[in-house]
């Protein structure tokens, strides 16, 4: 995923393609919101090792496909590519979810989840961001060919992980699980608070990285400051969200660190309403918005994870992700748009207002810890 948010919306700006365009693109997250339709096949087949290792595989052909082509023109052909890379990362997503619930008992999910953070950074960072330091010496085409090169070598030592074992009889019973999971009492409210909790992170995201490139960043600076410095900004919020979940619970950490997520955005929002700041101004930004972000994401994904049933966490985490990336998805689609027409300031702090609605379901998602 780190390649779909942070190196291709930059590849592309950089190739003259629209906010609107990317906007449009953005709504590719969507695959994030249908992988719940065939993830009941990873709980009914298959290891879940096998799953992330397929995935990684169909991942590098996409990106060696994408690289021969014309980014500065988003045809048909580069759609569907875009799209089935998408499927595929959602797909690996589904396997990595159920396969560590399967590893995490009740009450370790901060420190869990905080270790997952700092390796998603660190592959983010270390590899995503890292790319951009490559068209200018090799062209984009090879970068690519990089990056499809390391998805191999990732499909091939995922194998060498301790396997996670999943009960024949709980395979069978995926759909009966689900049914009875989602008639539980006070599943609206669940529903509802998954949908909008980090809304306001999703809406945003799309134009990050083009508000970067507009303000006169270089590839390589984006790679260096949003990646490398925001990455170290990111696990450290992570660690200290882990420290918090740990000692307030998941139920009031939600809330403290959700109202500290939601004013983030806002630094943007000053940032580009004032250019005066310089550099400066957006790398604080940049910085605030990803230790929140951190922080954040332990305690939502703590949550998440505690919720759902180990033997069916396929289908039930990625029914609640799915949720969640519901509303970013359709948000991220208007985007471009209404950036190009209220500008950046505007619409960074607009998406400050989008999570709101969230904390009025809060406590009634409580009851299901």
């Not at 943007?268 to 605030?288: D, F, H, L, M, Q």
């Not at 948000?331 to 209220?342: D, M, N, V, Y």
Request: proline share 4%; hydrophobic share 55%; glycine share 12%.
């Amino acid at each position: 995923m780190g390649v779909y948010l942070d190196v291709w919306p930059v590849l592309f700006r950089s190739q003259g393609i629209s906010l609107t365009e990317l906007g449009l693109y953005s709504g590719l997250t969507l695959a994030w919101s249908f992988k719940v339709l065939w993830s009941p096949l990873v709980d009914r087949f298959g290891e879940r090792r096998h799953w992330i290792g397929g995935s990684l595989a169909v991942m590098a052909a996409c990106l060696l496909l994408i690289g021969r082509g014309d980014m500065g023109n988003l045809s048909a052909s580069l759609w569907l590519l875009l799209a089935l890379f998408c499927s595929a990362s959602a797909t690996q997503d589904i396997a990595i979810d159920a396969y560590t619930i399967g590893l995490v008992d009740d009450g370790e999910e901060g420190p869990a989840n905080a270790m997952r953070n700092t390796a998603y950074r660190i592959g983010m960072v270390g590899i995503a961001n890292s790319l951009l330091f490559l068209p200018r010496w090799i062209g984009t085409s090879e970068t690519l060919a990089v990056a499809a090169g390391v998805s191999v070598l990732m499909a091939l030592g995922v194998q060498a992980v301790p396997r996670v074992e999943v009960p024949r009889e709980a395979r069978r019973e995926t759909w009966g699980a689900l049914r009875r999971w989602l008639t539980r009492d006070g599943a609206v409210p669940v529903l509802l608070f998954v949908l909008l909790y980090r809304v306001g992170d999703s809406a945003m995201a799309p134009m990050v990285k083009p508000f970067w490139v507009d303000r006169g960043f270089s590839f390589e600076q984006i790679a260096s400051l949003s990646g490398w410095v925001g990455g170290v900004a990111t696990i450290a919020g992570a660690w200290l969200g882990a420290g918090i979940v740990a000692r307030m619970g998941i139920g009031r950490s939600l809330l403290w660190i959700g109202v500290l997520a939601l004013g983030s955005n806002l630094g943007y929002a000053i940032a580009a309403a004032r250019p005066e700041s310089g550099a400066a101004g957006v790398i604080a930004a940049s910085v605030v918005e990803s230790f929140c972000a951190g922080m954040a994401g332990v305690a939502f994904m703590s949550f998440l994870m505690r919720i759902c049933e180990k033997q069916h966490a396929a289908v039930q985490y990625a029914l609640l992700t799915a949720v969640y990336n519901l509303a970013g998805a359709l948000l991220r689609l208007p985007s471009g748009a209404l950036t190009e027409t209220i500008g950046y300031a505007g619409y960074f702090g607009l998406t400050a207002v989008f999570a709101l609605p969230a904390f009025a379901f809060l406590p009634g998602a409580r009851r299901w810890l």
